[in-house]
């Protein structure tokens, strides 16, 4: 009778379905790792006329292959550059090089982007039958976008609740939101996140340009665990 | 001195910018020349997969013509079709017969469509800077999607707040929610809304079908409020 309970519950578990929004990167790699732990994954991706949109797109489909998801969904955002603002998506605004020091809200700010991507989520899973959605988002860390607080994600997930049917319940889990990216690297290397997979550069898609916002970030944190990032660098700050 | 300050208030008036989400229906038109009396309009539509998406976006160019909207902006949410769910999108899905007095939520509802819509709207006023979204959602006569909920708004409005620059204080107006469609009718032949532009049609783009739920709220509006409507309909519950 306990085993008949056991066999139970890990069906159960297996049952549960997570829908992750997944960019490609460490953050992305790292929650999927975890969201997969809680049972099967349907992994989402958007591109939204970013710079590097095909590099990421590559890395989203090698994490999805390498984790098994049993969904993915790669949706199209691009009048996100047309509406612009940000120097993710407007040519015209330079990618500065990084300054992960500042208080100011960084010209990468894709305004509201994070809305976005979860109504994106947040639809799926209700078609879906899935319990959570997962976004790797890290509040602290230097990133200062207002659409990475913590705050705003229980808003939102208040918002999801009121504006989809009664029976519907959806979580929205960040596991990474008090983390820094040294606890991001040192988590993932202990639980096999396939970090080798993931792209992080807001500038190039060949090799990573090393002086970004988001490579000086990845950096930063793999100096701090005093590990080795895999992936190969155009130039880092040792040259 | 009493002259400049009108004058003054008269420029700041007009300097003031509203989105407005338009699909192309009652509703929206209404609530784009209600926006009007605020100052300038920059409309916004959404192609998302629906049956009669060419004839909506007519109907919004023709409203923003005549309105004479300052900005305005089509965003493509086909992925809305992918992720399915509904049987605006979903062609295996028939649109039913009108019932507009069933409490269930009808299979026309779209998992989560409206927080798209504002998602877009919030992006679009923070780039913009414009002080306002409007949204045409009317939360009873029927309708009974949960995302037309006040509640629903009130709450998005929190979230939009939060996951925006601190400087950005955008407000989600809904000036027709406790509105019946009687009460739209009425008050559109009052203020010159062109409803004779819009459409309404789940189903039909060259004449609206006067059979579903949508052609039946808008016939029904219409009889209430004894005037007739300018389109046209194949069948109407009078023959």
Known sequence: MEYDLIIWMHNKEKENLSVVLTSGGLDSALTATIAKQEGDLALLHANYGQRTEARELKSFHDLADHLGAKERLVIDLSFLKVIGGSALTDDEIEVPLGDIKSKEIPITYVPFRNAHFLSA???????????????????????????????????????????????TKILIKRPLIKMRKKDIVELGLRINAPFHLTWSCYKDSLLACGECDSCLLRLRGFEEAGVGDKIKYKKTIRG
């Open 121 to 167: 989520g947040i639809s799926w899973a209700e078609v879906l039958g899935a319990s959570s959605v997962f976004i790797g988002a890290v509040e602290e860390d230097g990133s200062g976008y207002p659409d990475c607080r913590d705050a705003f994600f229980d808003s939102f997930e208040e918002s999801a609740s009121l504006g989809t049917r009664p029976e």
